[in-house]
């Protein structure tokens, strides 16, 4: 990406979570290990969905799309945090932070979108049961899978092509482990309020478009579930939607918690990007493995292969 001619620094210093050597080697085991979950808990998920077909409807397709965002979205940052937690100089160039944070929007915008799909997909299948072909056909789910990608991509080029023309001339200190924007727009010489506003409202049309989808499609879901007469079948629905429900939860309040306080470089703030952009996308596919029989299943039928296989 091309700066603006007028910057005179070259890179940025990252703050880091901890200027204690020891602790910065206890971070990097601690890091290390959820990343490696991550990799290993969103491969898996895709596996599964590949090879199991029990799995091959829209919503294992969309899950399958959510495991490959929380991979992006992890090695978006980890890998720099790991790099940086053993290095005595913790720098990253103009280019690879604007970089870093391009796809930190993307991978946050895609996922945001696929919660909401993944939200519609639930409300067909359990308010229009019979329907349910019809309506989440193959067109329509390919679509809007790759329409979350779309807006992902979208909202990610609308903010950095400000970014960009932002001018960097000290001081270069980013207080936080990796790039996000908030934090490096504080360091700009010239006038960010172009930039903060894009960023402000991208983020408000992309939510609220989301959060609507959201709210109409649980509230249609609650209504249906307390018109069923018996309790099983209530449990049922709610159970069905449990996974989806408390990885929402956890990707929104993380997500809103961050972004919608001011970029101070505080402690709260570094837990919120580490919840936000580290964790999240480990504990996705554990929610959904624990939580989901259909995926438990499947888990137990491609171990019994393989152990036919090996003996």
Request: hydrophobic share 50%.
């Amino acid at each position: 990406m091309a700066l603006g001619n007028n910057s005179t620094i070259t890179e940025f210093l990252l703050l880091g979570l901890s200027a204690d050597p020891d602790g910065q080697a206890l971070l990097f085991v601690l890091f290390l290990v959820i990343y490696l979950l991550t990799i290993m808990g969103n491969l898996l998920l895709l596996l599964l969905i590949r090879t199991d077909s029990h799995l091959h409807t829209p919503m294992y397709f969309f899950l399958s799309h959510l495991s490959f965002v929380d991979l992006c979205f992890s090695s978006v940052t980890v890998p720099k945090m790991l790099q940086n937690l053993l290095s005595q100089r913790k720098t990253i160039s103009v280019e690879g932070c604007l970089t870093q944070v391009f796809f930190v929007f993307v991978a946050a915008g895609t996922e945001a979108c696929l919660l909401s799909v993944m939200a519609y997909d639930r409300y067909a299948a359990i308010c229009h049961p019979l329907l349910y072909g019809q309506i989440m056909s193959k067109q329509l789910y390919m679509y809007l899978a790759w329409g979350s990608w779309a807006l992902g991509f979208l909202d990610a080029l609308i903010n950095i092509l400000l970014a960009v023309n932002m001018v960097f001339c000290g001081p270069n200190l980013v207080r936080s482990f990796a790039c996000e924007l908030p934090p490096v727009l504080l360091l700009a010489c010239s006038d960010p309020h172009a930039s903060i506003a894009s960023m402000l409202t991208t983020m408000v049309v992309l939510g609220l478009s989301n959060i609507i989808l959201l709210l109409g499609s649980y509230s249609r879901i609650i209504t249906t579930a307390l018109r069923v007469n018996s309790a099983a079948g209530r449990s049922k629905i709610f159970s069905t939607c449990s996974s989806h429900f408390l990885v929402l939860v956890i990707f929104y309040g993380s997500g809103c918690s961050r972004y919608m306080t001011p970029a101070s470089g505080s402690a709260l703030e570094q837990v919120l990007s580490v919840q936000y952009s580290v964790v999240t996308p480990m504990l996705n596919p554990l929610i959904y493995s624990l939580k989901n029989q259909e995926v438990k299943t499947a888990l137990k039928r491609m171990l019994a292969r393989k152990s036919r296989l090996t003996f």
